[in-house]
Nanobody, 116 residues
Framework: QVQLVESGGGLVQAGGSLRLSCAAS????????MGWYRQAPGKQREVVTT???????IYADSVKGRFTISRDDAKNTVYLQMNSLKPEDTAVYYC??????????WGQGTQVTVSS
């Protein structure tokens, strides 16, 4: 059974930082591209950042220079360090594991709220 469990969300003031974690089980973690996505109220889910099995990272323009994705294959965990948070970063953040198109898994999400 595949599980992706996010943690680390919460309420933070603008300019603050949070670190999200996503612990995976039931998959060969090191083979998967891992990603963080977010969905704000009334908006579509959007990609925030991804990291391939070879540690190639891609960031959305809106978070470049502020967010950092990393992975620890020994711990089957992917992280999202979020600095200089803005109110517009408020959303539910989801972890995704993708082996190939059509084979992916999602976590349940964790709420991040940034107050102004």
């Amino acid at each position: 059974q595949v599980q992706l469990v996010e943690s680390g969300g919460g309420l933070v003031q603008a300019g603050g930082s949070l670190r999200l974690s996503c612990a995976a089980s039931g998959i060969m973690f090191s083979d998967y591209t891992m990603g963080w996505y977010r969905q704000a109220p009334g908006k579509q889910r959007e990609v925030v950042t991804t990291i391939t099995s070879g540690a190639i990272k891609i960031y959305a323009d809106s978070v470049k220079g502020r967010f950092t994705i990393s992975r620890d294959d020994a711990k089957n965990t992917v992280y999202l360090q979020m600095n200089s948070l803005k109110p517009e970063d408020t959303a539910v953040y989801y972890c995704k594991a993708q082996l190939r198109p059509g084979l992916s898994y999602w976590g349940q999400g964790t709420q991040v709220t940034v107050s102004s």
